[in-house]
C-alpha cells in the first residue's frame, strides 16, 4: 500500500527557515522525490533522497530517515519566490516497474 | 532544446463534448504520465505508459482514454463519460519504468461550459 502524508499548509518569514515534513508507506522503496509547484505552473525537481541521511543543494536541504518512514524539506534564507506548493512523491512497486505517488503537497506563504 | 509540451493552455468543454489534451516529449523518454489536479489536491494519476503500444489505468481512469502510438507522443481524451472534468491536467515524462525523475509539461486546464 502506498500513504504520503504532508501539512497541508506553512507560513514563514522572509529570511527564516522552514521544514516542511513528509511521512510514506510503502513496500519496496525506491527513493522519495520533492518538487517545487508555483500556482498555476508545472513541478519541477527539487531533490531525491534514497539513502539515509542529509543531501544539501543551496538554499535547499532534503532528508531521509528510511526506517522512520520519514523525510523533510528544509528552505534556508527564505526569499518571496520560495512561496510555492511542495510535492512529496515516493514510486510504488507495480507490477516489476515503479509508478510515482504523490502528497498532496504543502503550500508555503512566505511573508515579508 | 529538450522538453515536454501541452496544448493548448486553456480548454474548454461543452456537455456531451470528448476533447483531447496534446502531450509531446522530445527527452526520448519510455515512460509518460497523465495527471490531474483539483484545487488544493495533489497529483491523481490517470493513466501511464511505460513503452510504445502499452498503456495502464491509473488510480482515476474512469471517463478518460488515452493512446501511445509513438514514442513522443501521450494524448488524453476526456470523454462525456467524466461528470467533472474540471481540472488543471498536467502530462509528464521520465526516462524508464523505475521512478526516476519526471519532467512535466506546462499544463492544460479544463473548463466546461
Known amino acids: 500500500g502506498q500513504n504520503i502524508d504532508q501539512p497541508t499548509e506553512m507560513t514563514a518569514t522572509e529570511g527564516a527557515i522552514v521544514q516542511i515534513n513528509c511521512t510514506y508507506q510503502?513496500?519496496?522503496?525506491?527513493?522519495l522525490f520533492w518538487y517545487q509547484q508555483h500556482a498555476g505552473e508545472a513541478p519541477t525537481f527539487l531533490s531525491y533522497n534514497v539513502l539515509d541521511g542529509l543531501e544539501e543543494k543551496g538554499r535547499f536541504s532534503s532528508f531521509l530517515s528510511r526506517s522512520k518512514g520519514y523525510s523533510y524539506l528544509l528552505l534556508k534564507e527564505l526569499q518571496m519566490k520560495d512561496s510555492a506548493s511542495y510535492l512529496c512523491a515516493v514510486p510504488t512497486a507495480s507490477g516489476g516497474s515503479y509508478i510515482p505517488t504523490f502528497g498532496r503537497g504543502t503550500s508555503l506563504i512566505v511573508h515579508p | 532544446d529538450g522538453g515536454i509540451t501541452q496544448s493548448p493552455k486553456y480548454l474548454f468543454r461543452k456537455e456531451g463534448q470528448n476533447v483531447t489534451l496534446s502531450c509531446e516529449q522530445n527527452?526520448?523518454?519510455?515512460?509518460m504520465y497523465w495527471y490531474r489536479q483539483d484545487p488544493g489536491q495533489g497529483l491523481r494519476l490517470i493513466y501511464y505508459?511505460?513503452?510504445?503500444?502499452?498503456?495502464q489505468k491509473g488510480d482515476i481512469a474512469e471517463g478518460y482514454s488515452v493512446s501511445r502510438e509513438k514514442k513522443e507522443s501521450f494524448p488524453l481524451t476526456v470523454t462525456s463519460a467524466q461528470k467533472n472534468p474540471t481540472a488543471f491536467y498536467l502530462c509528464a515524462s521520465s526516462l524508464g519504468q523505475w521512478g526516476e525523475t519526471q519532467y512535466f509539461g506546462p499544463g492544460t486546464r479544463l473548463l466546461v461550459l
Open positions: 527527452l526520448n523518454h519510455d515512460a
Open positions: 505508459s511505460q513503452i510504445v503500444n502499452d498503456f
Open positions: 510503502t513496500s519496496g522503496f525506491n527513493g
